[in-house]
């Protein structure tokens, strides 16, 4: 019912909707956060996806998103963006001020999902710092970059990195200690309503917090995550079949 040559209309519950994916260099595994079914293990052979958790601290993943692998531990952070809402009602979320997200983190040899956050507001992309210490997760609600320290002595503690142009996507890191934020339209227009196009699609934030450059004028109607590769943007949309590349001049 849900190979990819099927032609039938299926909830999206049903056969899931992968949201956030990452490699472990290391071992070859690809890492899925799917909005349904869980956290998800690709081994680096391919194959079948294994299910590698559905809850955490006893309460069940609801609307799994973001998702991003520390390369030197191996352990995977990822969001629960609302346990009240799921994937296909996000925009209750937003409109209704939910704060039931959490930021999560899964340690492959002890196979156990903790509890770093919750009474989150909408927390979505998350991106892993270079050295373990920190994640910077956004806030699609609040229009924002949150830093969580998760390592040394100011593990547990957060704050504001970046206040943003537009609701925020996917982070991911520029490999110059900054991050690309992919944006939707603009905090000023109404949940839903129809706009020609976002103003500003995406946003490099550097490590101080400051939007140093910015993507607009682009033919995507929204940006889902940019990716930086060796000076090549790739962009992606969950409105196209297809990503797009920026290659520098």
């Known amino acids: 019912m849900c190979a990819a040559k099927k032609k039938l209309m299926v909830p999206e519950n049903v056969c899931g909707r992968p949201l956030g994916l990452q490699f472990h260099h290391k071992t070859g595994d690809l890492y899925v956060a799917d909005a349904y079914l869980g956290l998800l293990r690709v081994p680096a052979r391919g194959g079948l996806a294994e299910v590698v958790a559905t809850e955490a601290g006893g309460v069940p993943f609801n609307f799994l998103n973001g998702l991003d692998v520390d390369q030197n531990t191996g352990d995977v952070y990822f969001t629960d963006s609302s346990t009240s809402y799921q994937r296909s009602e996000y925009l209750l979320v937003v409109a209704l001020g939910d704060e039931t997200g959490r930021?999560?983190?899964?340690?492959?040899?002890?196979?156990?999902?903790?509890?770093?956050?919750?009474?989150?507001?909408y927390p979505n992309g998350v991106a892993v710092a270079a050295d373990g210490s920190h994640v910077v997760v956004s806030h699609t609600a609040l229009s924002e970059l949150r830093r969580y320290w998760v390592r040394g002595p100011r593990a547990g503690e957060n704050e504001t990195l970046a206040e943003l142009p537009g609701y925020p996507d996917n982070v991911r890191s520029d490999g110059r200690g900054g991050y690309w934020v992919a944006l939707s339209h603009g905090p000023d227009d109404a949940i839903g309503a129809a706009v020609d196009a976002a103003p500003t699609l995406a946003v490099r934030v550097g490590r101080g917090g400051a939007v140093e450059e910015a993507l607009d004028g682009l033919s995507f109607a929204t940006v889902s995550e940019v990716g930086e590769r060796n000076g090549t943007l790739w962009v992606g949309s969950v409105d196209t079949p297809y990503a797009g590349e920026l290659s520098p001049l």
């Open 103 to 121: 930021l999560l983190r899964y340690d492959p040899r002890t196979r156990r999902v903790a509890v770093l956050h919750d009474n989150l507001s």
